[in-house]
């Protein structure tokens, strides 16, 4: 049998990021618990970035809320392989809601980052963009190169929704970024940027 060179060629996931994120204007970025959370904060620390500290799994639904309540802004899901098999039913449910303004990108590197680098499903052939397709997503796509990333971010912006892209990353641990800490301010921030001051302080 071939061997698979496709799993020896993965992106690294620091750069797919800075691409998807680049320019980004008034993009809402929703960035999942661990690695996606420290790949955006090293992308630029943003105050239209909702980092995720923690609630594993709950990426998507945050962003369909998101997506639905401001039906007006493109918003972009980032998230990982882990955190996307823990939340499948999110797929469904986004299938089902259609937010033509939403994005959901998985940065899938087939490993639990947090938790020592074991495989995920994906290591053995769970193929999350068909999932996506199955559930009635617009659009599903398994991406390999960053060329494909390029077209991936002018479709978040540009695109009707809801779209979905797992991204072939390298396995690894970059070194971390941080995000802020402190829950409060990152929702405060949040709803301030989106908002605006005299909305945030009426409500």
Known sequence: MAADRSR???????????ALLAGRGELLVVAGLGAPAWDAAAAGDHPLTFPLWGGMG???????GLALAQPSRRVL?????????MGLGALATIG??????????????????ETGMQETHTAAG??????AAACGLREAATVRTMA?????????????GPL???VKVA??????VLPPRDGAHLKNRFREALLGTQAYCQT
Request: glycine letters at 10%; zero cysteines; hydrophobic letters at 50%.
């Open 171 to 176: 396995p690894g641990k970059p070194p971390l």
């Open 58 to 64: 709950g990426a998507a639904m945050v962003g369909l």
């Open 8 to 18: 020896d060629e993965r992106l690294p996931r620091r750069a797919v990021v800075q």
């Open 96 to 113: 089902v809601a259609r937010p033509a303004n939403l994005a959901v990108v998985v940065l899938d590197n087939e490993r639990y980052g």
């Open 77 to 85: 899901v980032l998230t990982g392989d882990g955190e996307m098999l």
């Open 148 to 160: 494909e990333v390029g077209r991936l971010r002018e479709r978040v912006h540009a695109d009707a």
């Open 164 to 166: 979905f892209a797992a």
């Open 126 to 131: 769970v193929d999350l963009a068909a999932v």
